[in-house]
């Protein structure tokens, strides 16, 4: 697997566009990041106010010039407006491995099925296209909405590394893992995600 950094990667289908983040995009990005203050709860970069998120952006960017990181912007193609952040990661060529995760939307954007078509789309290009083994995600162990929603897209549970980081906050989280294997998502993931596209697009 060699992962193509230096390509403009465009995720899309009839609900969600991801596209690779831009600084320019801050502006666009305000209104979802401030959207509720509670909504970085459990990250260690808040992103509530201009100077936060335009430091995450910034912290983004780098990452992806280190050549570690890979984020994209989220386009909720129903109405047209930016809906957050979410990103490719500890991306292991070697190993044909790599996780989705930095994942955040407006609030008005959760519970919507936006989160799970962008994971649809990330996990078809991570195993049909670059060709991976094996597909990470991971989350704070509170954070029992995120937990639901990794499950609900197929995922196993791996385990809880304990104590793994220091949130802005300074509380010391336990994470939690689980990953896709590539069998699995040829197997049934593929298509319990596929059964939910269709779904949501008649909705829509």
Known sequence: MTFPFDKDICLENNRSLLRP???TDAEGLLEAACSDPDLMRYSTAPIHSPRMLWDYLQTAM??????IRYPFLIV?????KYAGCTSYASIVDADERLEIGWTWMGLPYHRTGLNRNNKFLMLRYAFEELGAERVELRTDERNMRS???ILGIGAT???TLRHYKI???GFRRNTVYFSILRHEWFGSVRERLELYQNRTARAH
Do not use: I, M, V
């Not at 780098?62 to 050549?67: G, V």
């Not at 909720?76 to 047209?80: A, E, I, R, Y």
């Open 21 to 23: 983040l831009q600084l």
């Open 62 to 67: 780098e990452e992806k010039a280190q050549k």
């Open 76 to 80: 909720d193609k129903t109405s047209g």
């Open 147 to 149: 937990r639901t929603a």
């Open 157 to 159: 549970y791996e385990g």
């Open 167 to 169: 949130g802005y906050d």
